[in-house]
């Protein structure tokens, strides 16, 4: 298989349930799992599927942004990395 090729056509994760995210929120890098409600632990880095900022993440995948408020304070989401769990 000399001339053989590999496809890159692979469309990269995107945020769910279970996945580690490593985002630059307001130009702080961080590095969260998204968890159930019940798993939460923002101190260890879980937050879960209903917090806000979990809803401004769902479904990006790693290049993508996402701006919006919380708490009445504007934040910007950029998507670093997805990793899947």
Partial sequence: MENSQ???DVESP???VGA???VVCN???Q???IVSPGQADPVAGKIATDAP???LLLGLRA???SRGEIHGRPVVLQVEE???A
């Fill in 27 to 29: 130009g702080q890098p």
């Fill in 31 to 33: 590095c969260w799992q």
């Fill in 6 to 8: 590999i496809s890159e």
């Fill in 20 to 22: 580690k995210v490593k």
């Fill in 53 to 55: 900022l979990t809803t």
């Fill in 14 to 16: 995107s945020v769910d």
């Fill in 82 to 84: 997805v990793l899947i």
């Fill in 63 to 65: 290049g993508e942004e």
